[in-house]
């Protein structure tokens, strides 16, 4: 079974920084696509950033310059850098991981979509 977990969450000051991470584990192969969402009280929820495998990396409009996706695919890793944190930041940080090649109960498996259990980000004014 693969399980993604996120980790980094917190309550920081507006101005502030936090560094989101998420872990991917089990007997994984290849991850397409790796990236955060987020969903804050009464609004759907919303990709935040992501990274394709050997690909781009996009961004909302709204944390353009602020915030930085990285991935490392040796520890199937993805991290968000969050600076200059906002109050309308403040959300639920999810991690999502497309495109998941894995070997499940001994067989090859292949899962469109898998996610975090998410980490409270609370930027104060």
């Known amino acids: 079974q693969v399980q993604l977990v996120e980790s980094g969450g917190g309550l920081v000051q507006a101005g502030g920084s936090l560094r989101l991470s998420c872990a991917a584990s089990?007997?994984?192969?290849?991850?397409?696509?790796m990236g955060w969402y987020r969903q804050a009280p009464g609004k759907q929820r919303e990709l935040v950033a992501r990274?394709?495998?050997?690909?781009?990396?996009s961004y909302l409009d709204s944390v353009m310059g602020r915030f930085t996706i990285s991935r490392d695919n040796a520890k199937n890793m993805v991290y968000l850098q969050m600076n200059s944190l906002k109050p309308e930041d403040t959300a639920v940080y999810y991690c999502?991981?497309?495109?998941?090649?894995?070997?499940?109960?001994?067989?090859?498996?292949?899962?469109?979509?898998?996610w975090g259990q998410g980490t409270q980000v609370t930027v104060s004014s």
């Open positions: 999502n991981a497309k495109g998941v090649r894995a070997v499940v109960a001994g067989t090859a498996d292949y899962q469109e979509d898998y």
């Open positions: 990274t394709t495998s050997g690909g781009p990396t």
């Open positions: 089990g007997r994984i192969l290849s991850i397409n696509t």
